[in-house]
């Protein structure tokens, strides 16, 4: 026997009933051109009912006649699953209660901020006025918002009933014979009184001072007004230069004799000047006109220059001494 026909004998059959002829795609299961179809070894053919089998990973085969009957019935056997698709009617009223919920929300929200507060045993306060569990930063913001209000509220009914007044209220100084204090008056004579001492303070100060110092601080600040309407490069034509430059002293300066001015033996403050030798001092400042050239000081001048002389050759040694060596 050949191959061919222990195939034929042992898995093929004939169909009785061939397919017609169709442009539509063939299913899993139906008969192929030849008019033959595949069974399996544990199955008896094409019109068993129970198509079961025991290896759930087996192929399934479907029978021809109930694919038939299934063509040829009118009624829609197939089964709905789960619910239906909303129409756009029933959307609608679906969007139309959502919002109307989250309105009602929304209103309750607002009405919460005035509504009293519960009781401890329902919702527990913090100190802060806020209820204490889960919230939102909007309903503790509100809550704080609200507390501060009561509190405020309050202590205005408090000060209205013991007479104290709104908090704007200035107060009422009495003296002790109960007549009123004007406190604005008072203000302004400490204010006055104030400013007079500070006036006195600055006339003392330049007091101590002598009449160069007054007379250079009146210079620079005629100085300072006259910069205002000078310009801001001075070149070598400048006349108010070039005459303050020339009135300059400087004892190495060998045209001091014919192109300085003199001042006709006369101070910065307009008094005559000392003529005849004296002691220098740190300042070099000349004696006045009239001093008769006794020296009636402590020696402090004297002394200062001993030391600073000292200090001076002292150094002078040690870095000879240093070379030396």
Do not use: C
């Not at 539509?24 to 129970?50: F, S």
């Not at 889960?134 to 408090?158: G, H, I, P, S, Y």
């Amino acid at each position: 026997m050949s191959l061919a026909d222990y195939l034929a004998k042992n898995y093929l059959t004939a169909d009785p009933k061939p397919a017609k002829k169709s442009n539509k795609r063939k299913r899993k299961g139906t008969a192929d051109a030849a008019g033959l179809v595949i069974a399996d070894d544990d199955t008896t053919g094409w019109e068993t009912k129970n198509n079961s089998r025991d290896d759930e990973d087996g192929p399934t085969t479907v029978s021809q006649t109930r694919t038939a009957d299934f063509r040829r019935a009118k009624s829609n056997n197939w089964k709905t699953v789960g619910a239906l698709a909303p129409t756009s009617a029933d959307q609608a009223d679906a969007d139309a209660i959502i919002a109307s919920a989250q309105a009602e929300r929304s209103a309750r929200d607002v009405q919460d901020d005035e509504a009293p507060a519960m009781d401890d045993d329902a919702v527990q306060m913090m100190e802060s006025g806020a209820h204490a569990g889960l919230q939102t930063a909007e309903q503790v913001t509100a809550a704080m918002e609200k507390k501060r209000r009561d509190e405020r509220r309050k202590f205005d009914e408090a000060m209205r009933e013991s007479g104290g007044g709104s908090l704007g209220q200035e107060t009422v100084y009495r003296d002790a014979s109960g007549r009123r204090i004007d406190i604005q008056l008072k203000r302004a004579e400490a204010r006055k009184k104030q400013e007079e001492e500070e006036r006195k303070a600055r006339e003392a100060e330049q007091a101590i001072q002598g009449d160069v110092q007054r007379q250079e601080r009146e210079a620079r600040k005629q100085q300072l007004d006259d910069a205002k309407y000078m310009t801001v490069a001075r070149h070598a034509d400048d006349v108010e230069l070039n005459e303050e430059m020339k009135e300059q002293e400087r004892w190495n300066d060998p045209a001091m004799q014919f192109l300085t001015k003199k001042k006709a033996g006369k101070s910065k403050s307009g008094k005559p000047l000392y003529k005849g030798g004296f002691e220098p001092n740190r300042y070099n400042i000349r004696p006045g006109y009239r001093w008769d050239g006794v020296d009636r000081g402590n020696g402090f001048e004297k002394r200062w220059f001993e030391a600073r002389n000292k200090k001076e050759t002292m150094k002078d040694l040690q870095y000879q001494w240093e070379m030396d060596e």
